[in-house]
T-cell receptor
Framework: DSGVTQTPKHLITATGQRVTLRCSPR?????VYWYQQSLDQGLQFLIQ???????AKGNILERFSAQQFPDLHSELNLSSLELGDSALYFC?????????????FGPGTRLTVT | AQKVTQAQTEISVVEKEDVTLDCVYE???????LFWYKQPPSGELVFLIR??????QNEISGRYSWNFQKSTSSFNFTITASQVVDSAVYFC??????????????FGKGITLSVRP
């Protein structure tokens, strides 16, 4: 158990809908990263927050947004869902914001868009 | 730009065989970090090791060992006396030391290891 929690574990929804994925980092970790894992793209970085502030963006679609709250939990919002958004979404946390620190991953949320 | 190449896609071995998983990386930075993660069939990503670019000492942890060679930009992972529980997808990843987008992990495509009894 990494100490990172993600809810829900599975999510099935229809095209055009909006969903929210939730992540709680390990105790003491200030940085949260979101990654998407799909068969064709592999594991791709989406966005990073550190202590409530956005720090870096990767290949994140404009339909996707995220935030980190004062209690350090983070939410990833996916809207106007398309079939291609079906993937495993991981949250990871680390103690600092630099690449120096190892990232610990949550169990992931499997999103299926039908 | 960062890049991680795991040329092997699938490896199948019989239990107790040794197996080496290859990883080749590209980066322009002199300071960077390399990682290996394991993804078992249950789906979670499990951190195995972090190595910084200034430390080329090989590392051994039980049946696992890692060989880092800057001259060939490789960070290979060997499992000695493999077991069925080692069956998983293994990812090599790279991050640069700085903050911002360079702190993200860049992953290879992963190697699916199957260990047969």
């Amino acid at each position: 158990d990494s100490g990172v929690t993600q809810t829900p574990k599975h999510l099935i929804t229809a095209t055009g809908q909006r969903v929210t994925l939730r992540c709680s980092p390990r105790s003491g970790d200030l940085s949260v990263y979101w990654y998407q894992q799909s068969l064709d793209q592999g594991l791709q970085f989406l966005i990073q927050y550190y202590n409530g502030e956005e720090r870096a963006k990767g290949n994140i679609l404009e339909r996707f947004s995220a935030q980190q709250f004062p209690d350090l939990h983070s939410e990833l919002n996916l809207s106007s869902l398309e079939l291609g958004d079906s993937a495993l979404y991981f949250c990871a946390s680390s103690v600092g914001e630099a690449g120096t620190y190892e990232q610990y991953f949550g169990p992931g949320t499997r999103l299926t868009v039908t | 730009a960062q890049k991680v190449t795991q040329a092997q896609t699938e490896i199948s071995v019989v239990e107790k065989e040794d197996v080496t998983l290859d990883c080749v990386y590209e980066t322009r930075d002199t300071t960077y970090y390399l990682f290996w993660y394991k993804q078992p069939p249950s789906g979670e990503l499990v951190f195995l090791i972090r190595r910084n670019s200034f430390d080329e000492q090989n590392e051994i942890s039980g049946r696992y060992s890692w060989n880092f060679q800057k001259s060939t930009s490789s960070f290979n992972f060997t499992i000695t006396a493999s077991q069925v529980v080692d069956s998983a997808v293994y990812f090599c990843a790279l991050s640069e030391a700085y903050t911002g987008a360079n702190s993200k992990l860049t992953f290879g495509k992963g190697i699916t290891l199957s260990v047969r009894p």
